[in-house]
């Protein structure tokens, strides 16, 4: 291995409006080497390896590829160089087949047998089997990311970067990703990827560079470092306490009877009860979306099929059910959950129906609520004239929990409460949300984090390809067997 | 029957604007790229042409120009779409509305005149052949090149790169450009495309359709073939039977005057804009059907550096 | 972003501009009279014609005031109207349609109440409401059940309007004693608008756009349906999150809107024309749009613009009255003064920079 690093990075530098997303990072990657980088949201990993990929410019900085200086923001650059790109969200072309969306992204024009011969010895050689006359659009999230990865590959690349590569995949497929890494990896390729994932860290990657708020912290190698420093390394200090809590769960608020995700898709059926949080584990995508609209009252259902304290409220619309005391957190604080160009005062109109009086608006009484949750949930804003999309990811996600659990609902929705979200405004609305739940309500969290589900839920299920597994007591379930139950395998027996 | 084959190739010579146009706006919408200004643009395309025409007494010379003058609006819009990032519809809008007040404004001395004769349409003797000569021989150029150019976007679209290429932007621009493509040209080229298609039917309409000129001649005909790539679901050959049908429609008094029917003209008049509503609404009853067959960033703005 | 060929660049802005906001209208305006100034010396006269005829003669005198809030009135009318339904991303660009059908239900009902005194013209005028809601209503039901998207129907419905109209005046409502040609016979003095002003053409119909203006204001601001239009306008996801009806939110916005481009269509004819032409409307539906833009799509703004786009259409008479240029000329102008906004706007959320040098 020659002592020239494959990739270099010197002093790069990226700011957006309002925050800078890299400060003066540095980063070296050997020829052969699994390199990670490790931090958590907002750290400013995905737009450092946009940059190296060339689909970002740096304002400052300086790249060398194999000992020579890269100028210049250019994918098609990078791509000459050897430099190939697996994003988290996937850039595939639904409509188009796995063929076709290959060849978009070689640069070489190849035939159309040649091509398909040329994915199949790949997929062979690497355990990444794909059909290239297969419709992209009818794939699975982890097929499809082997169509990205092929293609990759097919490149001949001398640095492949991933981003977040198993945020959308099974422990199961997770270990074949790992394989073929390591097979790469020996081949003289040089592996980056982004992971907020400590254990995969520790087992994949033989240097780590810690990133925090745009800035490096620490270049370490994992193997040397156990899950606590490396934690402590990227959040800067002592992850905050979550609050114990035991209480004994009261009767069903929230009881789910025969709710199919879709026509003919297979009837769902659980129950949350007052006082305890019930969480639903899950990647992204296998039909927890679909389960909160109907939940919520976006979309209708059979009446019977969702009742609250007794009464069937499928038929109803969010806001008869808001009137019966259920209350939804969604998933997207953009758009979604919040209108940006508003302000909160007016946000809280939303949802807070009592602020309607006979078809006119109540500003002030809006303001003054709006003043409430900012108060007690430790909004940093301007005040509640602000607008919503100037608020901080963190801040805005703690004023959207904080409108619904100030009005006190009997029962609460929250899809993905922390995504985004730094790490004191996270602990806040986990702290919110059991303090909610010692006063009786019945919560139902969706989460992709396995740790907070386990940190807040007493019951856990997993929804996997839009069917829901039994629910069981959180510390029963060990980490490995809630890895085959994401995968869709749980006992049928029992329900 | 004579009637009847008269009536067709009449359908095909009053559809061929609208397929012109249409072919066009399929090529730009392709990349996800909407132009509402197409009316504006075969207005303006169309009293450029006359002038030209009427001028220089070359008709050649009249299409070339009004090609000209689409593919400059077509600019226009392209600079404020891809480069100042402006609400797609709203700039297409504004191109209608200044593509009309053009054409009012440049057209004035025209008004009342006249083009100096071509030759007959179509291939000699064999336009002469009963029944089928009229409708397979007897029209002008621009009706063949009018069918060319749909065999030839249909070919590039789907058995070439370039045709990849356009159909992966207008799916997802946010792709492509990870890709290394760029976004912006790609759909530059289709909209200048749209333009000289779009101006090549203005100059045809005014003078060879109906060889004078008059304020707002193309009567929703824009509009109308804007619909119609709705209708063809983005596909070329579909645009070609709809366009055809669509010429047919406004045939209908011709037709009706011919079986013996008395109607005010003006209600006969309604029948093409009748019809695109009653298709339109037929067509879109289920939304997801047209999310299937729409390019997926139709509309949507695309700004990289956002 | 680099713009071509200049040594500038457009970044982003962190939140729009309040200051572009309202001075890209400003600059729009400003740019298209350059452009006018340009195009007059252009076709041989004096560049400072281009602003006097526009701006100054129609203002120079009580009579000629009163002449520019008459042309406003319908502008502003249908602008209102559209400015609500284009907060709540409902494209109606019909309003042409709309107006027509008010102008021929306003005209129907004041040729019925021929000879009958009172207050026909208070029924003419809300006839003229419900005939442009009935029109707009079409584009509503359309969008609703069938999801047609309402650009394309309420277009298409604009030439089955003026279609409407040319059957209507040479048939129906042709005035037996007119010679033949296409004009309804005139209307009663009942029938016809009161006026504001001795010696002037300004009649109630523009108390009635204020009006119409400052309960558009009301609604916005104050009212539940105004903050769901908003919102269905803003962000559809956080309006199906809410709660709000969109079906609510569409019919809502088409029938106001179509029933104030009616009123302005039937204040046309009940108002300055006293009978049904086929000539009711040079494209005020259209212009309303740019006047809807233009003022910010808020019922004040839209009031100023309004009064804008009238000062354009005088200026195109009196060009072609006094200097001999085509009126045509007013259309080359709105289109211009919408693109110029357009690109104005660019300026609200991005900032212009010298080109930075590559890193």
Redesign the interface.
């Known amino acids: 291995m020659s002592a020239t690093p494959r990739l270099s990075l010197r002093e790069i530098t990226k700011r957006y409006p309002g925050v800078v997303a890299n400060d003066g990072v540095s980063l070296e990657v050997a020829a052969g080497e699994i390199h990670a980088i490790l931090g958590e949201n907002g750290a400013g990993k995905s737009t450092l390896v946009k940059i190296i990929a060339g689909a970002v410019a740096a304002d400052a900085g300086a790249i060398e590829f194999d000992g020579r200086p890269v100028v210049g923001a250019d994918p098609a650059v990078a791509r000459t160089l050897g430099v190939a790109m697996v994003y988290q969200h996937f850039s595939l072309f639904d409509s188009l087949t796995v063929g076709e969306n290959i060849a978009l992204g070689l640069d070489r024009r190849l035939g159309r047998r040649e091509l398909a011969e040329a994915i199949r010895s790949a997929g062979e050689r690497y355990g990444m089997q794909i059909d290239p006359t297969a419709h992209v659009h009818d794939l699975s999230m982890g097929e499809r990311q082997r169509v990205e990865i092929v293609r990759a590959l097919l490149a001949q690349p001398k640095l492949l970067i991933l981003d977040e590569p198993t945020s959308v995949l099974t422990p199961q497929a997770s270990e074949a990703l790992f394989t073929t890494l390591r097979q790469l990896a020996s081949e003289g390729v040089s592996v980056l990827f982004i992971s907020h994932k400590l254990d995969e860290i520790r087992r994949l990657a033989s240097r780590c560079t810690v990133m925090r708020a745009g800035r490096v912290v620490a270049v370490v190698d994992p193997r040397g470092e156990s899950e606590q420093s490396l934690a402590r390394l990227m959040i800067g200090g002592q992850p905050p306490q979550i609050a114990a809590h035991d209480t004994a769960p009261g009767q069903p608020r929230l009881a789910v009877d025969g709710l199919p995700l879709s026509e003919g898709g297979e009837p769902l059926s659980f129950e949350v009860r007052a006082g305890e949080i019930v969480g639903i584990a899950g990647i992204s995508g296998n039909g927890q979306n679909a389960l909160m609209a109907l939940l919520a009252g976006e979309r209708s259902a059979r009446a019977e099929s969702i009742r609250i304290d007794g009464r069937p409220i499928g038929t109803l619309g969010p806001r008869q059910r808001r009137a019966l005391g259920l209350r939804y957190v969604p998933e997207e604080r953009i758009g979604h959950g919040a209108v940006p160009e508003l302000s909160l005062a007016e946000n809280a109109l939303l949802t807070i129906d009592r602020l309607q009086q006979r078809g006119f608006v109540q500003p002030a009484a809006a303001a003054a609520y709006a003043g409430e949750v900012v108060h007690h949930f430790d909004v940093r804003c301007p005040g509640t004239q602000a607008r919503a999309g100037s608020l901080s990811g963190g801040n805005l996600q703690k004023y959207l929990v904080g409108r619904e659990v100030l009005a006190e609902p009997a029962v609460l929705l929250v899809n993905q409460p922390t995504w985004g979200v730094d790490v004191g405004a996270a602990a806040a609305i986990r702290n919110s949300l059991i303090a909610l739940r010692s006063r009786g309500c019945a919560i139902l969290v969706v989460s992709e984090e396995i740790d907070e589900l386990f940190e807040l839920a007493d019951r856990l299920m997993v929804m996997a390809g839009g069917r829901l597994s039994p629910a069981v007591a959180a510390h029963r379930l060990p980490a490995d067997e809630l890895g085959m139950w994401m995968a869709g395998r749980w006992p049928r027996a029992e329900q | 029957m004579e009637a009847a084959a008269t009536l067709v190739a009449a359908s095909i010579a009053a559809g061929t604007p609208m397929l012109l146009a249409a072919i066009g706006i399929l090529a730009h919408e392709r990349t996800g790229v909407v132009n509402l200004g197409v009316e504006g643009m075969m207005l303006t395309a169309a009293i450029v042409a006359f002038a030209v025409a009427h001028d220089s007494g070359s008709h050649v010379l009249g299409f070339a120009a009004g090609a000209v003058a689409g593919v400059l609006l077509a600019a226009v819009f392209a600079f404020f779409a891809l480069v100042l990032h402006a609400n797609q519809y709203a700039a297409g809008l504004a191109i209608a509305l200044l593509g009309a007040g053009a054409s009012a404004f440049i057209g004035l001395p025209y008004s009342g005149q006249g083009l100096p004769a071509r030759g007959a349409d179509g291939i000699a003797l064999l336009r002469d052949l009963p029944v089928f000569g009229p409708i397979l021989f007897g029209h002008h150029l621009l009706v063949y090149f009018a069918l060319l150019l749909v065999g030839a976007v249909t070919w590039l679209l789907f058995r070439t790169r370039a045709g990849l290429v356009l159909r992966a932007v207008g799916e997802s621009p946010e792709s492509a450009h990870a890709l290394g493509i760029s976004v912006r040209g790609v759909r530059l080229a289709a909209l200048l495309f749209g333009g000289a298609c779009a101006g090549l039917a203005g100059a045809y309409l005014a003078t060879v359709y109906t060889p004078l000129w008059a304020e707002n001649m193309t009567a929703g005909r824009g509009w109308i073939a804007l619909a119609l790539v709705v209708f063809a679901t983005w596909r070329p050959l579909r645009v070609l039977v709809g366009a055809y049908l669509f010429g047919g429609v406004t045939m209908l008094q011709l037709y009706l005057q011919g079986v013996g029917v008395q109607a005010p003209s003006q209600l006969m008049s309604m029948a093409p804009y009748v019809a695109t509503i009653v298709v339109l609404a037929l067509i879109s009853r289920n939304p997801r059907w047209i999310r299937l067959n729409m390019p997926a960033s139709l509309g949507k703005p695309f700004n990289p550096n956002a | 972003?680099r713009?071509?060929m200049s040594g500038l660049s457009?970044v982003?802005?962190?939140?729009p501009s309040r200051l572009w906001t309202w001075a890209s209208p400003l600059l729009a305006l400003l740019l298209t009279v350059t452009c006018g100034m340009l195009l007059f010396s252009l076709l041989g006269r004096s560049p400072w014609q281009a602003v006097s005829m526009f701006f100054i003669e129609p203002l120079s005198t009580r009579r000629g005031v009163a002449e520019v809030l008459l042309k406003a009135t319908p502008l502003a009318l249908a602008a209102v109207g559209l400015a609500l339904a284009f907060r709540a991303n409902v494209?109606n660009?019909g309003a042409e349609g709309q107006l027509i059908a008010g102008s021929i239900a306003a005209a129907a009902v004041a040729l019925a109440g021929a000879g009958s005194g009172g207050w026909v013209v208070a029924l003419a005028i809300a006839a003229a409401a419900c005939g442009g809601m009935a029109w707009a209503s079409i584009t509503a039901w359309?969008r609703d059940?069938?999801?047609?998207?309402e650009?394309?129907?309420s277009?298409?419905?604009v030439?089955?309007a003026q279609?409407?109209l040319?059957?209507v005046v040479?048939?129906p409502m042709r005035d037996p004693a007119g010679f033949g040609f296409p004009q309804s016979p005139m209307f009663d003095r009942a029938a016809r608008l009161p006026l504001l002003l001795d010696g002037t053409r300004l009649h109630v119909g523009f108390l009635l756009a204020l009006a119409a203006a400052a309960a558009a204001w009301l609604l916005l601001a104050?009212?539940?349906?105004g903050?769901q239009l908003?919102?269905a306008g803003?962000?559809p996801?956080?309006a199906?999150?809410?709660?709000f009806s969109s079906r609510r939110v569409l019919w809502t916005v088409l029938l106001i809107s179509g029933a104030l481009a009616g009123i302005g269509g039937g204040a046309e004819v009940t108002g300055p024309m006293g009978q049904l032409t086929p000539s009711v409307s040079p494209g005020y539906g259209?212009a309303a749009?740019?006047v809807a833009?233009v003022g910010r799509l808020h019922p004040v703004g839209v009031v100023a613009a309004s009064i804008l786009m009238a000062l354009f259409y005088i200026g195109g008479e009196l060009s072609q009255s006094r200097l001999g240029l085509?009126s045509?000329?007013?259309?080359?102008?709105?289109?211009?003064l919408?693109?110029f906004l357009?690109?104005a706007?660019?300026l609200i959320v991005n900032r212009v920079r010298l080109r930075a040098t590559?890193?």
């Open positions: 972003m713009l071509p457009l982003p802005r962190g939140s494209w660009i359309l059940r069938f999801n047609a998207n650009i394309l129907v277009l298409m419905l030439y089955v279609l409407l040319s059957y040479h048939g104050r009212s539940v349906i903050f908003r919102v803003l962000a996801r956080a199906r999150y809410a709660g259209f749009i740019i833009f085509p045509s000329l007013t259309g080359v102008y709105q289109g211009l919408l693109l357009l690109g706007d660019t590559p890193a």
